[in-house]
């Protein structure tokens, strides 16, 4: 592992029982070398956790609705698309705004800013009297998703050790079975609703589907007060070590204590790093460039395929099995649970043993074969054909629960250092959300002229995936990324597995 030496720390040779921090250098090695109890980052590990956990939620709430929304007011083909897509849009947005204001202004203002887009958004969505209002409240809650997962990323990232179990890759990966968690969620909640409101009030069914987004924002809000705080690794880079020194004791239980030449030292050792939003640009220089791509390339074909599939999950079930609505809800609850949120279990229980690249190939070849499957099967004529075309859905579900699902946020938030994470996890959601927004866009058209014709093209998606980490070989899990921060650290990866 690449060690930081006795330069960075301002003349301390800074052993891993020495808890005087001198430099941001120090306060990361004792944020990634911990062993003291950490119960309070593991809280702030969960709240950040929440935030994804209502992105997914406030993603997919939509999902059973679109036939009411399209009668309740009239909308043709393409005003529904719009409506749909004014989250993605948003959140295009705000993965560029969250991931500039993550970086400048630090994670703790933006995390604490982000969730009244949340409350208010879900309460102006339920009670839109027309289109326009619910297309304008699923803008703003986009906004609220893209600005979130920066910061929910940096959190996790800068809230866990380095390896070991609980490692930063295991705790990014969480976001994986926290987002499958919120789509089941979404569904019990519709399965709920779908049994008690009385047959007058169901085709409201999707106002309090979105309503309910508000409630878990407001515990969000009222938890995150009492025990969020900035991230001790951003504040030391901004030379405050007093306070990062703060964090460690209450976060880590660690004894930290500032070392006397701490004021003229603080920010020694940095690289001097473009801030503002320049800073995307260094995104595109050095080693950073091949990470980019790569990081780029699995933003885009990963979402594609998932939210194609996803999305148009309850669609498919239903021209499958030409059942009821409630057929449709059981078999789509059982294939997130069963597969999607297991895989992405398996992610956060496997990857510090794995890896990450490893996990990813083996998920995108799991949906080509899945893809492959569903294109050669057609339309199904009995039940055999149909059972063996939700087995291919659950096969694709769980590669991407424990493949590119789960590891294409972890290569966005470990491919860059603390300095510039923010705008690495916001460029990677500009392009994820980007590339969501044409699935939703396509999937009807395609799905007209096409049929089943369609797995074909969706298809490609882990081929590219695939070739794109043949071709880039870099593994991110395990390898000290925030090192690249500090002067005495060559911008290169000396760690086994870690070349690019």
Not at 31 to 46: D, E, K, M, P
Not at 350 to 359: A, I
Not at 388 to 415: E, N, R
Request: proline share 4%.
């Amino acid at each position: 592992m690449t060690q930081l030496s006795a330069d960075v720390s301002s003349g301390s040779t800074s052993p891993e029982n020495d808890y005087t921090i001198h430099s941001a250098a120090d306060v990361s090695r004792l944020v990634n070398n911990s062993t003291h109890g950490r119960t309070n980052a593991r809280i702030i590990v969960a709240i950040a956790l929440g935030g994804v956990f209502l992105d997914a939620y406030d993603l997919g709430a939509l999902a059973f609705g679109v036939k009411d929304i399209t009668r309740q007011f009239g909308l043709s083909p393409s005003g529904i698309g719009m409506v749909v897509s004014a989250i993605t849009l948003g959140a295009i947005v705000g993965a560029v705004i969250g991931g500039y204001l993550t970086d400048k202004i630090g994670r703790y203002r933006v995390f604490m800013a982000d969730m009244f887009f949340f409350v208010f958004a879900a309460l102006l969505g339920a009670l839109a009297p027309n289109a326009e209002v619910l297309g304008i409240s699923r803008f703003i809650m986009g906004l609220g998703i893209g600005i979130d997962l920066p910061v929910a990323m940096a959190f996790l990232a800068e809230f866990s050790r380095l390896k070991g179990r609980g490692n930063k890759a295991s705790s990014i990966a969480m976001w994986c079975p926290t987002w499958y968690a919120a789509i089941s969620v979404s569904y019990l909640l519709v399965l709920g609703l779908f049994y008690s409101l009385p047959a007058s009030q169901s085709e409201y069914l999707w106002r309090y589907i979105v309503g309910f987004g508000a409630v878990p924002a407001l515990v969000i809000l009222t938890v995150r007060k009492r025990y969020m705080t900035e991230s001790p690794v951003w504040a030391a880079q901004q030379g405050d070590l007093t306070s990062a020194a703060s964090i460690l004791q209450t976060a880590y239980n660690i004894p930290a204590t500032v070392g006397k030449d701490a004021v003229l030292h603080a920010k020694k050792g940095l690289k001097r790093r473009t801030t503002g939003w320049k800073s995307y640009g260094v995104l595109l220089k050095g080693d950073y460039l091949k990470r980019t791509v790569l990081n780029s390339v699995m933003s885009f074909v990963s979402p594609f395929a998932y939210a194609a599939i996803a999305f148009g999950l309850p669609i498919i079930i239903s021209t499958l099995f030409k059942q009821s609505m409630l057929t449709t809800i059981l078999v789509s609850l059982a294939l997130n649970l069963l597969f999607a949120f297991t895989g992405g279990l398996a992610a956060v229980r496997l990857v510090p043993k794995l890896g990450s690249r490893s996990m990813t190939i083996a998920g995108y070849t799991c949906q080509l074969v899945a893809l492959l499957g569903l294109a050669l099967a057609g339309r199904p004529e009995d039940t055999a054909q149909a059972v063996a075309c939700c087995a291919f859905l659950a096969l694709f579900l769980l590669g991407q629960g424990f493949g590119p699902g789960a590891h294409t946020m972890v290569y966005a938030s470990l491919s860059y250092p603390a300095s510039i994470r923010g705008v690495g996890v916001g460029f990677n959601q500009t392009i994820t959300r980007f590339s969501s927004t044409l699935a939703l866009f396509l999937f009807p058209i395609l799905t007209a002229s096409l049929d089943t014709g369609l797995f074909w093209v969706i298809a490609l998606s882990p081929v590219i995936g695939l070739l794109a980490l043949f071709i880039i070989r870099w593994e991110p899990s395990g390898y000290d990324v925030d090192a690249e921060d500090y002067a005495s650290v060559k911008h290169e990866n000396t760690q086994p597995g870690g070349g690019v």
